[in-house]
């Protein structure tokens, strides 16, 4: 059982291209969330999606889109990358309850 | 506005020891806390959880108390182990929107 799986490992971007990162949970678990973390400052909730078909803002959106077409992946895109979204970023899913369940990481380095 | 303030970025403690990391809140409105210890390249784990209707909870080595009244909580690790070093953020969740928010973390080395 993979759990979450997060693609790539770690990437090295120009400014201004667009990536998309790639988040698989195999636990049929029905939330899911894109979370960066920041030196000094933890980790900040980016997108969620409660159910597929639905999605929501976090506390940092800015610069970020989601999709949920199906209960199992929840990409994240960068439409035009700047040196700010240099970070690692979780996807991480929950079922009942609260507590969730995290990606090993995408370290996104942007030049 | 920091919901959740880990005030110590890091802390060290000799192997064998207690360890104590905290943590507070502000908003009175969370039901849960959870705490996650994270090693180096991978992801958060989850690794003990409090209600806000108890005052402690314990799982083996790890303890976790919480003063509802000084929006305080704290995890106890004793004894500590080499193992333990890592990152560990402390989260709350109020069910109303069902969003954890995390602290920013501390850093616990455990000395040989």
């Known amino acids: 059982i993979a759990g979450i799986t997060q693609a790539p490992t770690s990437q090295i971007l120009a400014a201004g291209r667009r990536m998309t990162l790639r988040c698989t949970q195999d636990?049929?678990?029905?939330?899911m969330y894109w979370y960066r973390q920041d030196l000094g400052l933890g980790l900040r909730l980016i997108h969620y999606?409660?159910?597929?078909?639905?999605?929501g803002k976090g506390e940092v959106p800015d610069g970020y889109s989601v999709s949920r077409a199906n209960t199992d992946d929840f990409p994240l895109t960068l439409a035009s990358a700047v040196p700010s979204q240099t970070s690692v970023y979780f996807c991480?899913?929950?079922?009942?309850?609260?507590?969730?369940?995290f990606g090993p990481g995408t370290r996104l380095t942007v030049l | 506005d920091q919901q959740v303030k880990q005030n110590s970025p890091s802390l060290s403690v000799q192997e064998g020891r207690i360890s104590i990391l905290n943590c507070d809140y502000t908003?009175?409105?969370?039901?849960?806390f959870l705490w996650y210890k994270k090693y180096p390249a991978e992801g958060p784990t989850f690794l003990i959880s409090?209600?806000?209707?108890?005052d402690k909870n314990e799982d083996g080595r790890f303890t976790v108390f919480l003063n509802k009244s000084a929006k305080h909580l704290s995890l106890h690790i004793v004894p500590s182990q080499p193992g333990d070093s890592a990152v560990y953020f402390c989260?709350?969740?109020?069910?109303?929107?069902?969003?954890?928010?995390f602290g920013t973390g501390t850093r616990l080395t455990i000395i040989p």
């Open positions: 991480a899913s929950s079922g009942q309850g609260a507590r969730q369940f």
């Open positions: 636990m049929r678990h029905n939330a």
């Open positions: 999606s409660n159910t597929a078909g639905t999605t």
């Open positions: 908003n009175s409105m969370f039901d849960y």
């Open positions: 409090i209600s806000s209707i108890k």
């Open positions: 989260a709350a969740i109020d069910f109303g929107n069902e969003k954890l928010t």
